[in-house]
């Protein structure tokens, strides 16, 4: 014949009630602080995106300024200045790349820990409710007074 579980004490189950709802809020903590940095860090990323684009706007108009002045006078500083500008152009081309790809990464991420940390949020307000509730004081019954005759 099977063994029948034991029943769970009052104490063992108050103490998994209170790591749990622990736990909840220290989650919620670490979600908080998560997102805070990934802010940051989105932050630091976009503003390295637009700082490779504007000088990746501004050595195109110098490229093509350049690649005018060679098609006018071929001469030796004429194809230096375009060969230079093309070689920057080129690695601010990877940087900027590089740069997306690391802002995406790290907005997907953003965008998961935000969540997380709504329904952290929501959790925690809720059990706080209902612990208010729940631990109400009991109100105390006044006696009814007797019916005078």
Do not use: C, F, Q, W
């Not at 736990?23 to 998560?34: D, I």
């Not at 690649?67 to 093309?86: P, Q």
């Not at 081309?93 to 953003?110: G, I, M, Y």
């Not at 969540?115 to 006044?142: E, G, H, M, Q, W």
């Amino acid at each position: 014949m099977a063994k029948a579980k034991p029943v769970v004490k009052a104490a063992a189950l108050d103490r998994t009630i209170n790591a749990a709802t622990d736990s909840l809020t220290k989650a919620r903590g670490n979600a908080e602080t998560a997102v805070t940095k990934k802010t940051a860090e989105a932050k630091k990323l976009l503003a390295e995106v637009k700082r490779h684009l504007k000088k990746k706007t501004t050595l195109t108009k110098r490229s093509k300024a350049a690649s005018a002045k060679l098609k006018k006078d071929t001469n030796a500083a004429n194809k230096k200045a375009v060969a230079t500008v093309a070689k920057e152009l080129k690695a601010t081309k990877t940087a900027l790349d590089k740069a997306r790809a690391n802002k995406a990464a790290v907005l997907t991420e953003l965008a998961a820990l935000r969540s997380a940390s709504k329904r952290l949020t929501a959790y925690t307000k809720a059990i706080t409710a209902a612990d208010k509730v729940l631990n109400k004081p009991a109100k105390k019954k006044r006696p009814r007074k007797k019916a005078s005759k």
